[in-house]
């Protein structure tokens, strides 16, 4: 009996992604921090750090569902590029275990490292027709945040989740995370290195669940 | 006497020459104590002033090394804090990591050999280094060997309660108390290139800079006194308590700032100096102090002394030989002159002693003629009685009326004489007093010229006569007649017959020349310079006259502050010439 349930929910979770009627749905809107630079202009963003707190600017925040997932066999990989001497996008959230490559679409050297207690590593010097794309994969959870030996003012932030339920806010706060398990979880919203608020929610299959996060 | 004087004078210019010679001297040696009390207070002065720039001149570089090497470390901080590493080590809270990722760029810091002191300021060879954290804690290396060992204590000294703003010196004792090590530690803070914020600070460890390397100066000694303890290598033990126990008490007084003063240490005396090293420093104050033996400046300072005392000894024997000299010299004229004024005390002596006696003599001769006249004048008018009571009896001969007439008359010349020479002793003895009044000449002359001619042995003469109205002589009248009377008489006594006189008297300057000149035969040439002289009468027997009148006439012209003097005579002439001052009346003026 024990046996036969835990082969159908390996049958049936994998799907789970894919298949849209058994899933919740959480959506809200995230009340972001003012903007320094005004209104926004160009679609540029990038880290800033704020006495010792770093964030995006313009603001955006990760809003991600927290609780204990299994983890898939393979992650697609990601990546978190080069280009005009910043990396795009600043902020990238991933799912631990998740392989991001660093391509160099500059003409020049980088040189990116991490100092961060999440993942410390150092790719060292290395052009833009570098192959293999240098890559690391982080596998625990936490704040990265990259920089270029040579670039001293680049700058990206890398947040690995243990959940694969996780999504980027629109500039003015709004998300919607699809796919979601029923049941009672805690979602989260990461607005900067020191500020992360988080709400319990009910999931139920096939509803919208309203969530704000003051 | 005279021995005795003289030799009393000697003494005396002997002992004007001995203080002359002793005042010069005097002045010479104030002069060269005067001399030698300058220069030493010049040369102690100078002393202290070069010992003291030196002193200056020293810190100075020191200080300009010390500069370079701040503007060294914050060029590096600078840079460094530009890293990404350093910032990602300081930010991300990878401390750890904060030291490997300085290493490479800190590694010539470290490296090498430690240079000679004197190129320890360029080249920035540091002891140890050490990172402060946010919160001003050192940040414990992971190797100590790569970073420059250093004791716990030390360690602890080079933390902040806050991190600083600037850079800070501080001087910091090392564990070891057996090493006796000071360090020189610079604080460099650290700022954010995002924030401009102090994130962290670089703290550099050196052997501090020793004064001296540029200076020549060998006998100077350097220290630093930091936390109440003396660093001074170069001292025994002894000496430095010693200068511990000075420092302690002149720093508690003397606050911050650089002061000096003088020790005794190893019973010598020397300069001491010392001036913050770390002014406005989070660090504990900690000071440089130079000691300068002032051996060497005494021992120069004695032998300017000597030099100075040589010369001055040399110049009071130049001076003594040459005032000795001089001595001699001013004093010759006053030898001379107490000589020569000797000769004159005697020479005056025998004048006045001749004076006293010719006065005598003259007062002798003077009352005796004075008396003598008196006497003869007694007689003289008993018998002109006599004789004029005989003539006035009717009973005698005419022969005999005659006869009394002669004698009668005898007895008025008598009378002349004797009244001439009253007047003459009176002269001589400086009795006479002549008024000074006016006397109009011309009627003297007519009123001479009538008695003249009522003479009755009167020859026939013509008087010629040629005198201003108004002229009017400044003497007294009686006498001022005498000489008139004496010259008339002359010229008509020893004129010839048919004879004449003539009589001029004119102006001329402030004087009256009134000249008599008559016929007869002249006065011989041999006898004309005898005139004037007493009893010597000029004419022959046949004229009578006394030889007193001339005398007595020039003597009272000379009184009037006229004279009288013989023109000339020759050719059966014979001319005199009186001269009176001449009496300026307001009506003489008015005229």
């Avoid at chain 2, 004229?333 to 006696?357: G, M, T, Y």
């Amino acid at each position: 009996m024990r046996l036969r349930r835990l082969v159908w929910w390996g049958v049936i979770l994998p799907l789970v992604p894919f298949s849209a009627f058994a899933e919740a749905i959480a959506e809200g809107i995230v009340q972001l921090p003012k903007s320094r630079s005004g209104p926004v202009i160009s679609k540029r963003y990038e880290i800033v750090m704020n006495g010792a707190t770093l964030s995006t600017q313009p603001p955006l925040a990760v809003v991600y569902l927290e609780g204990s997932f299994s983890k898939p066999a393979s992650l697609p990989k990601k990546q978190v590029a080069q280009k005009d001497l910043a990396f795009l996008p600043p902020l990238l959230p991933v799912q631990v275990g998740t392989r991001v490559e660093f391509p160099n679409f500059d003409d020049t050297y980088h040189s990116i490292f991490s100092y961060s207690p999440a993942k410390r590593f150092d790719l060292g010097r290395y052009r833009p027709e570098e192959r293999p794309i240098p890559s690391e994969v982080f596998d625990v959870s936490g704040l990265v945040t990259l920089r270029c030996d040579i670039h001293e003012h680049m700058r990206g932030l890398i947040l690995v989740l243990n959940t694969p339920h996780f999504v980027i806010t629109s500039p003015d706060g709004r998300f919607r995370l699809t796919g979601l398990p029923s049941g009672h979880y805690t979602l989260k919203a990461w607005i900067d290195s020191k500020t992360t608020r988080e709400k319990p929610v009910d999931l139920k299959s096939g509803e919208t669940v309203h969530v704000d996060f003051p | 006497m005279t021995a005795a004087t003289t030799k009393a004078n000697r003494r005396a210019v002997r002992g004007f020459r001995t203080k002359l010679s002793a005042a010069m001297m005097l002045v010479v040696s104030a002069m060269t104590a005067l001399g030698l009390y300058l220069a030493q207070r010049n040369v102690t002065a100078n002393a202290n002033r070069a010992l003291e720039r030196d002193f200056q001149t020293e810190l100075s570089s020191l200080d300009k090394l010390q500069e370079l090497r701040h503007a060294a470390l914050a060029e590096r901080c600078r840079a460094l804090a530009a890293k990404p590493r350093i910032h990602a080590a300081l930010e991300d809270n990878a401390l750890d990591l904060l030291y490997p990722s300085a290493k490479d760029e800190l590694r010539d810091l470290m490296e090498g050999q430690e240079p000679p002191s004197d190129q320890a300021a360029s080249t920035l060879h540091a002891k140890f280094y050490r990172f402060l954290d946010g919160d001003g804690s050192v940040l414990p290396p992971p190797n100590a060997k790569e970073v420059g060992p250093l004791g716990a204590t030390a360690e602890a000294q080079l933390a902040f309660k806050n991190l600083p703003q600037k850079q800070q010196v501080g001087y910091i004792w090392a564990d070891d108390p057996a090493l006796d090590t000071v360090n020189e530690v610079t604080a460099v803070p650290i700022f954010s290139t995002e924030t401009g914020d102090v994130i962290s600070a670089l703290i550099v460890g050196f052997k501090p800079l020793e004064p001296g390397s540029k200076t020549t100066n060998a006998g100077m000694k350097s220290g630093i006194w930091v936390d109440g303890r003396l660093h001074f290598p170069s001292l025994s033990e002894s000496a430095k308590t010693v200068l511990a126990g000075k420092l302690a008490n002149l720093l508690a007084n003397a606050g911050r700032g650089q002061n000096s003063s003088t020790i005794r240490v190893n019973s010598a005396v020397h300069l001491l100096f010392f001036k913050r090293l770390n002014p406005d420093s989070l660090f504990p104050p900690a000071y440089q102090i130079c000691v300068y033996p002032l051996a060497s400046w005494s021992t120069q300072l004695r032998r300017l002394r000597l030099r100075i005392g040589g010369a001055g000894a040399l110049l009071l024997l130049g001076a003594f030989v040459a005032s000795h000299f001089a001595a001699v010299r001013l004093s010759r004229p006053v030898e001379q002159l107490e000589i020569e004024s000797e000769h004159d005390r005697a020479e005056r002596a025998r004048a006045e002693a001749a004076l006293a006696s010719t006065a005598d003599e003259l007062e002798r001769s003077t009352r005796y003629s004075a008396d003598a006249s008196h006497q003869l004048k007694s007689p003289l008018t008993v018998l002109r009685a006599g004789l004029e009571t005989l003539l006035a009896r009717e009973d005698f001969k005419p022969e005999v009326y005659e006869e009394l007439s002669g004698l009668l008359h005898q007895t008025h010349r008598l009378t002349g004489v004797i009244d001439d020479l009253l007047l003459l002793s009176r002269m001589d003895a400086g009795h006479l007093q002549i008024a000074s009044e006016p006397v109009m000449l011309n009627p003297l002359l007519e009123e001479w010229l009538d008695d003249l001619e009522a003479l009755p042995d009167a020859p026939e003469v013509t008087v010629e006569k040629d005198i201003a109205s108004d002229l009017c002589v400044a003497g007294e009248k009686q006498y001022t007649s005498l000489i008139v009377q004496n010259l008339l008489e002359n010229a008509r006594k020893y004129n010839r017959p048919g004879g004449r006189i003539r009589i001029l008297a004119r102006k001329e300057n402030k004087q009256i020349v009134l000249t008599i000149g008559n016929t007869g035969r002249p006065i011989e040439r041999a006898a004309q310079r005898h005139i004037f002289e007493r009893f010597r009468s000029v004419g022959d027997g046949a004229v009578s006259g006394h030889g007193l009148g001339l005398n007595l006439a020039r003597d009272l012209a000379r009184l009037h502050g006229g004279d009288l003097r013989l023109v000339r005579s020759e050719n059966d002439w014979t001319e005199f010439e009186v001269r009176f001052r001449l009496m300026e009346s307001k009506a003489n003026r008015a005229a």
